[in-house]
């Protein structure tokens, strides 16, 4: 599903987050990628969403290798993927269901089925009493979960979650944690960046360590 | 297709609500727009009405041919044949010069004068028709007339209206640089207001591009906004014309009926008010298109 080969971000400045990173997610997987702030999980993360350009090496997802993709199809990529962001780029001028509904919007999606399927992600993350409340309204945990709301409104086959429980307590981590697993078991290949370690116990994942851009693999047990 | 015009639909809608989102701004942008448009539109209703008015006054220019005074019967007669054979005359009308004198001396103050002469000096005189009233087609007739024996000199007549006429060309040209001026200033305009609400929206084009939202899709509210703008503009400016019209009749029926004649403005026709709105509009969607096309790389990540 998504495979990295020899991948080298340098980012402008001269600065190295990712070292000649190879690594393979299969199709249906729970991946975690584990490190410290700065060890270059979300750099890893923007390369796989195209976000980001590597240097050098190859990102292939979904059977296409990015590097040669035209700018043009990058768009149709990202619709196969769910992102939830760390600063969980909410627009802040619309209610939670017109958050929600944004993706549908972009792919076309007919009005009433989307307002369907918006309301049962809503559900699902429990916001559905929240629709009309605009962003700003809601806890941070709140609207983490709009975040992840969105990510998979539109069910996309890949999750790419960057530290989806960030700054969260115990109990909302634990939350978000049952909503990826739940996510995981219908099929979606769900990657993590993360530094939770009580979530990588909780969902004993594949555990994929960081460390200063580069990629060190370890067994699929908790650490 | 459903779903092209469900994403044409939607844009639409989100730019009617951008325009109504900041009424205060919006307002103002349509004042400047139809300022612009109403400039030339307002020009080319006087130089229409002008040219109507010029086109009633002199009905169709005429050619006086005035023979020599010291023409033979003979010679005269000769002129009349040659002007009824030529195929450029369409009609002819022969004054001999005691009708002449005898009108001058009916016409007012010149009475006496004529009075006093102690004979005619009055040449005779053909008034012609010409069968195609275009100026050069006049001009060159009225040049191969003149060249003909015994015809002492030939008469333009209406030469006011023709001098008129050629003042009225260069009020089209210099409408045409002055539409040409505005359309760019309308471009500019719509341009710099797209370029404020990308900035504006800059997280939302951010976001929508993360999560899979083509150019297209980001593009077109902005195209409807700008489309929009010169199309409300266009209609604003169509109301300042009309209102101005209007003004200036209700004030000229006042004067027409001093003169015991009736006079009016035309409107803007119906037909010209809807090729400057479908123009404006254009112009509107061009600017907004050229001012995406310009700070979308700008604005969003990649
Ligand atoms: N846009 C950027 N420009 C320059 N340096 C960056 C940029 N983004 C991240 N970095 C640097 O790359 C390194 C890895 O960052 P990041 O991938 O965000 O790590 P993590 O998500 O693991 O905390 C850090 O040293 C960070 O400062
Ligand atoms: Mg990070």
């Known amino acids: 599903m998504i495979a990295l080969t020899n991948v080298t971000k340098r980012y402008p400045g001269g600065h190295e987050a990712v070292k000649n990173a190879t690594l393979s997610i299969e199709r249906g997987e729970m991946v975690f990628l584990m490190g410290h702030s700065g060890a270059g ?25 990015l590097g040669s993709l035209r700018a043009r199809a990058i768009p149709y990529l990202r619709r196969n993927l769910g992102l ?37 992600a809503l559900d699902k993350v429990g916001l559905l009493g929240h629709e009309k409340a605009l962003p700003v309204t809601l806890s941070c945990g709140e609207q983490q979960r709009l975040c992840i709301a ?20 115990a109990a909302y981590a634990a939350e978000i944690g049952e909503l990826f697993r739940a996510f995981n078991q219908v099929g979606a290949t769900v990657v993590i960046a993360t530094h939770d370690v009580q979530l990588a116990e909780r969902l004993a994942p594949r555990l994929i360590a960081i460390a200063s851009g580069r990629v060190d693999t370890l067994a699929a047990a908790a650490a | ?51 109507q008015a010029v086109r009633t006054l002199s009905p169709e220019p005429q050619l006086t041919v005035f023979v020599a005074l010291e023409a033979s019967k003979a010679e005269v007669s000769l002129i009349d044949t040659r002007l009824k054979e030529h195929p450029q005359v369409a009609r002819l009308r022969y004054v001999p010069r005691e009708r002449a004198l005898e009108d001058m001396k009916r016409a007012s103050g010149m009475g006496g004068i004529a009075e006093a002469l102690e004979r005619n000096p009055l040449p005779d005189a053909f008034v012609v028709d010409a069968a195609d009233p275009a100026p050069d087609v006049m001009d060159r007739l009225r040049t191969e007339i003149a060249a003909w024996p015994k015809v002492a000199h030939v008469q333009l007549d209406a030469e006011w209206a023709q001098r008129l006429d050629a003042v009225l060309k260069v009020g089209r040209v210099a409408l045409l640089l002055l539409a040409t001026v505005l359309a760019f200033s309308l471009v500019a305009i719509t341009f710099n207001t797209i370029r404020l609400q990308m900035l504006t929206q800059r997280e ?19 195209l409807y906004y700008g489309a929009g703008l010169g199309l409300l503009g266009g209609l604003a400016a169509c109301g300042f014309v009309w209102t101005a019209t209007t003004v200036l009749n209700g004030a000229l029926i006042d004067l027409s009926y001093l003169y015991g004649a009736r006079w009016e403005v035309a409107q803007l026709s119906w037909r010209d008010s809807a090729s400057l709105l479908a123009f404006a509009a254009a112009l509107g969607w061009l600017g907004a298109w050229m001012s995406v096309a310009r700070h979308l790389g700008r604005v969003r990540p990649r």
């Open chain 1, 41 to 65: 999980k979300s750099t890893l993360l923007k390369l796989i969403a195209a976000i980001e350009r590597p240097t050098s090496g190859k990102v292939v997802v979904n059977g296409q290798n």
């Open chain 1, 84 to 120: 939830v962001f760390q600063d969980h780029k909410l627009l802040f001028d619309r209610s939670a269901f017109e958050n929600v509904m944004l993706p549908l919007n972009i792919q076309g999606y007919d009005r009433r089925d989307a307002a369907r399927r918006a309301r049962a």
């Open chain 1, 150 to 169: 969105r990510a998979v409104v539109h069910r996309p086959a890949v999750l790419l979650a960057d530290e989806p429980t960030g700054n969260l307590d």
């Open chain 2, 1 to 51: 297709m459903r779903a092209w015009l469900l994403h044409h639909a939607r844009a639409a809608g989100a730019a009617l609500r951008k325009l109504g989102r900041s009424p205060l701004s919006t307002l103002f942008n349509i004042i400047v727009v139809a300022i612009a448009l109403a400039l030339p539109a307002g020009l080319y209703v006087a130089l229409t009405n002008i040219q």
């Open chain 2, 204 to 222: 939302e084009i951010e976001v929508t591009t993360l999560i899979g939202a083509t150019d297209g899709f980001i593009r077109r509210p902005f």
